[in-house]
């Protein structure tokens, strides 16, 4: 997959992206907002994580630790997390988490492997972007056709859109 055929997507509709992947801290000279693997974040001094802080962001692959990030979490304008395939779910897991448990407010965004059938179960968790490079998925984000179920049984970072939605919050008559 080229990177030139990726689009940015978030609720508002597709943005463009000031963020390039690197692989380590040396794209940092340039002034650009780099996305770097966690290995490679963890391997920058201090003082370089100190003076880039607003244009640093940092890429988990589902097996990764997210606790080696958490000391970083309030300098960092960006946490990617990576779909390598469609049926690894752990990243979700990890957003729902820098929302709730952690209390991220920064841009949380899916890179990989995203599909349509996902998009409305990425918002509900916590992602606020989304790398689209699936054909089908940019064709229907296009046409303003995300894929989704309204109604939900779980809770999730993002608030139901009608209050007492939930269908496992039951009252009894």
Same mark, same amino acid.
């Given at each position: ?37 966690? #290995?490679?974040? @963890? ?8 003076? $880039?802080?607003? /244009?640093?962001?940092?890429? !988990? &692959? ?57 998009? #409305?179960?990425? @918002? ?8 689209? $490079?699936?054909? /089908?998925?940019?064709?229907? !984000? &296009? ?31």
């Amino acid at each position: 997959m080229n990177t030139t055929d990726i689009r940015l997507w978030t609720a508002n509709g597709f943005q463009d992206d000031r963020w390039q992947k690197a692989e380590d801290g040396s794209a940092l000279d340039a002034s650009a907002h780099v996305i770097l693997p966690l #290995a490679a974040f @963890l391997d920058l001094d201090d003082e370089t994580r100190t003076k $880039a802080a607003d /244009r640093i962001g940092v890429e !988990l &692959q589902p097996g990764d630790a997210l606790d080696a990030l958490l000391p970083h979490l309030a300098r960092l304008p960006l946490v990617a997390l990576a779909f390598p395939a469609f049926n690894d779910g752990r990243s979700y897991s990890k957003a729902e988490l820098l929302r709730t448990r952690h209390g991220y407010r920064g841009e949380i965004r899916a890179t990989g492997d995203v599909l349509i059938d996902q998009v #409305a179960h990425m @918002l509900r968790v916590g992602f606020s972007s989304l790398e689209i $490079a699936n054909p /089908r998925t940019l064709e229907q !984000l &296009q046409s303003g056709r995300e894929a989704g179920i309204p109604l939900y049984y779980q809770p999730a970072a993002k608030a139901a859109a009608a209050p007492g939605s939930y269908a496992w919050r039951r009252v009894s008559a």
